[in-house]
């Protein structure tokens, strides 16, 4: 019933942007929340960042934080991870995952995501030195 597709990924030298880009389907993301996370070869999936319902809650791990923005396109029903300053460090497999607050809340975009039920399959981010 929903459904998300990552894209905007690739191979970029340090310092580097890439703008990865999730399409919802069956999906509002403007109504609903939605999260960034990485997984690294050998190494748990973290939380990245989140945008919830109307995009006035946003979050960011302290890795990116100054780097990293995410922003929604509710025409598009896209929500975007703008990357800039990449470091080698953010090599990983990005996914985007969504779900509908429950309670009143979204779940926790911290760690490993465990509260959203819905997943794209990723994309990957490489930064060379």
């Known amino acids: 019933q929903v459904h998300l597709v990552e894209s905007g990924g690739g191979s970029v030298q340090a310092g580097g942007s890439l703008r990865l880009s999730c399409l919802a389907s069956g999906f509002t993301t403007s109504r609903n929340c939605v999260g960034w996370f990485r997984q690294a070869p050998g190494k748990e999936r973290e939380g990245v960042a989140a945008?919830?319902?109307?995009?006035?809650?946003?979050y960011y791990a302290d890795s990116v934080k100054g780097r990293f923005t995410i922003s929604q396109d509710n025409v598009k029903n896209t929500v975007y991870l703008q990357m800039i300053s990449l470091k080698p460090d953010d090599t990983a497999t990005y996914y985007c995952?969504?779900?509908?607050?429950?309670?009143?809340?979204?779940?926790?975009?911290?760690?490993?995501?465990?509260?959203?039920?819905?997943w794209g399959q990723g994309t990957q981010v490489t930064v060379s030195s």
């Open positions: 945008i919830y319902t109307d995009g006035d809650s946003t």
């Open positions: 995952a969504a779900d509908h607050p429950k309670g009143g809340r979204c779940p926790s975009w911290s760690g490993l995501g465990e509260g959203y039920d819905n």
